[in-house]
């Protein structure tokens, strides 16, 4: 699986949280661009890790800012 | 100079804003005087508490006030040490012996607050490479626990079983798993799956934590919590308690049946670098969990209560944390914070103390106005209760 068809795949899983529309780039943030609060980041990371079959801990969500850093993360996470 | 409180400028915000409506503080309130575990003097006034953790009405106990008073006569009033040093004294041995029996279990170790509890075990159990897998409605002591510990956390919805299980799955192989769960979750009052949850927990070869603060004394045969209510606390590794709710004094404490779980007197921070609890409140702590053990009829009575206040609640139609009475707790769900505030104070002028719970300590952002029995309220108060919810929620627009 190449970048950019999980960044595809992560792209159709962002949408139903993205509900203003904004328009995503791999520099949009997730907590000031995309206004996700704690309970939007929780939901929208189990529904990453169950289509990829992967844990994002904690600890490793701590360092994703960006929808960058999001596709990036899972690229390595799936190997 | 960047000022450092700016961070909490929006708090600061929301709290004025809440008080120029003119209500009463509901974090400030002060007990003027306890009268007993149902009734103090609030603002003056003679007001029935139904917020307190007193779930088994222990705090006045002659008994355990009587050892309290004895053990400060004969061993002053505090230890100035550590339990690895100055600090354990005849008293400490005592109740972890209390706690040994009252769960049948090898191995219990008091902290000075159930916080410190969760926080030591949790941090110290899980290490670098381990995973804990954790409701993600725990409590702020797990949180913490695991925030202080090396281990990889990952949460799962609250008590989904699936979602649990998934994450379980996941973990790579080899990898340590300490799964967290707690019996009863004290915003909403509802109770965990725990026997389907540990079942599977175990399946992948996890250790299993239960924190049964909420539980211990009345949830259960033996009022051991709700892993022994549905008979899976023999697969439970850690079990956390405190003694400021059912037993009535201030203190945490694990137990274990683990082979080598001594070792952690010597390697758990939070209980090596602070101070022992005081004799008095060891004395008061051993006496209380005795006593609560054979606290057959007081657990009827207090399911009894909960039943009612749940039912009649339920019938003036506010809306609760629980479709039926899980626990002693039972919460009522506010439409925002500024209407539960105006809700919480009409109460208080009837002469009902609850607890105004608000993000972020509640799930999902909500308000609650969260009710907590005891065992000490009488069939006459909890009636009583039922009527004043009636008019506040009236005059406040709930109902």
């Known amino acids: ?79 | 100079m960047t000022d450092l409180f700016s961070k909490f400028d929006p708090l600061i915000a929301m709290r004025s804003d809440l008080l120029a409506t003119g209500v009463t503080d509901p974090f400030s309130l002060v007990m003027e005087r306890v009268i007993s575990p149902t009734v103090a003097v609030c603002n003056g006034r003679e007001t029935i508490l139904l917020g307190t953790y007193n779930y088994m009405g222990m705090t006045f106990d002659p008994d355990v006030i009587a050892a309290g008073k004895q053990a400060l006569d004969d061993f002053g009033a505090g230890t100035t040490g550590s339990r690895c040093l100055n600090g354990t004294y005849a008293g400490h041995k005592a109740v972890e012996a209390a706690l040994c029996d009252f769960y049948a279990m090898d191995h219990a170790m008091v902290f000075s607050t159930g916080y410190q509890a969760n926080l030591g075990i949790i941090s110290t159990v899980a290490g670098k490479g381990d995973y804990i897998i954790l409701d993600i409605d725990s409590h702020a002591s797990i949180w913490d626990g695991c925030k202080m510990g090396d281990a990889e956390v990952v949460p799962f919805k609250h008590n989904d079983i699936e979602a649990m299980e998934k994450r379980l799955r996941r973990v790579p192989e080899g990898a340590g798993i300490l799964v967290v769960l707690e019996g009863v979750y004290s915003m909403m009052g509802d109770i965990a799956p725990l026997k389907e949850m540990i079942t599977i927990a175990k399946k992948y070869g996890a250790m299993v934590l239960v924190d049964e603060a909420h539980s211990m004394g009345f949830i259960g045969p033996n009022g051991r919590g709700v892993a022994e209510d549905q008979g899976v606390l023999d697969q439970v590794d850690f079990v956390i308690g405190t003694f400021s709710k059912s037993v009535g004094t201030v203190g945490g404490f694990c137990v274990s049946n683990h082979p080598k779980f001594e070792i952690l007197r010597l390697v758990c921070r939070p209980y090596v670098f602070t101070a022992s609890l005081p004799p008095s409140v060891v004395a008061t702590a051993a006496v209380s969990i005795g006593k609560l053990k054979q606290g057959a009829a007081k657990r009827a009575h207090l399911w009894e209560n909960s039943r009612t206040l749940h039912a009649g609640l339920k019938a003036l139609g506010f809306q609760l944390g629980t479709e039926t009475p899980q626990s002693a707790i039972i919460s009522v769900i506010m439409p925002d914070l500024e209407r539960g505030a105006g809700m919480w104070e009409a109460l208080l002028h009837e002469g009902l103390y609850v607890n105004l719970a608000r993000p972020p300590a509640t799930p999902a952002n909500m308000t609650l106005l969260r009710c907590s029995l005891c065992a000490e309220h009488s069939a006459e108060q909890v009636q009583t209760i039922i009527g004043m919810f009636e008019r506040a929620g009236k005059l406040a627009g709930i109902i």
């Open chain 1, 1 to 79: 699986m190449t970048r950019a068809t999980t960044e595809a795949t992560i792209a159709a899983l962002i949408e139903p949280f993205n509900k203003k529309e904004i328009a995503i780039t791999d520099a949009s943030t997730f907590a000031g661009d995309l206004e996700f609060d704690s309970l939007t980041v929780m939901d929208f990371v189990a529904a990453i890790e169950d289509e990829f079959d992967i844990i994002i801990s904690m600890n490793q969500q701590a360092e994703i800012e960006t929808y960058g850093q999001l596709v990036d993360a899972v690229v390595k996470l799936r190997g």
